[in-house]
Nanobody, 116 residues
Framework: QVQLVESGGGLVQAGGSLSLSCAAS????????MGWYRQAPGKQRELVAL???????NIADSVKGRFTISRDNAKNTVYLQMNSLKPEDTAVYYC??????????WGQGTQVTVSS
């Protein structure tokens, strides 16, 4: 059974930094891409950043230059380093893993709150 275990997040002042990590387990199938989405209250879930197994990334314009995504393929783990955080980055952040043959899975979500 696939599991995505997220860690990190929390409360930080504007301009600060936080890091998130997400470890996938439970399947022998390869993961094509891993990434992070976020959902703020009253808004739709949106892509933050995605990274493929060979290192190609897709990063939302709203976080480009501030957030960095990386991945450890051997550990099936994806990381999100968030710098220069803004109040509008406040949201629940969800880990996403797209498995070959199995489809996509979601983590339980972790709260990121940026105070002004």
């Amino acid at each position: 059974q696939v599991q995505l275990v997220e860690s990190g997040g929390g409360l930080v002042q504007a301009g600060g930094s936080l890091s998130l990590s997400c470890a996938a387990s439970g399947s022998m199938f390869s993961i094509a891409a891993m990434g992070w989405y976020r959902q703020a209250p009253g808004k739709q879930r949106e892509l933050v950043a995605l990274i493929t197994g060979d290192g190609n990334t897709n990063i939302a314009d709203s976080v480009k230059g501030r957030f960095t995504i990386s991945r450890d393929n051997a550990k099936n783990t994806v990381y999100l380093q968030m710098n220069s955080l803004k109040p509008e980055d406040t949201a629940v952040y969800y880990c996403n893993a797209r498995y070959i043959r199995l489809g996509q899975y979601w983590g339980q979500g972790t709260q990121v709150t940026v105070s002004s």
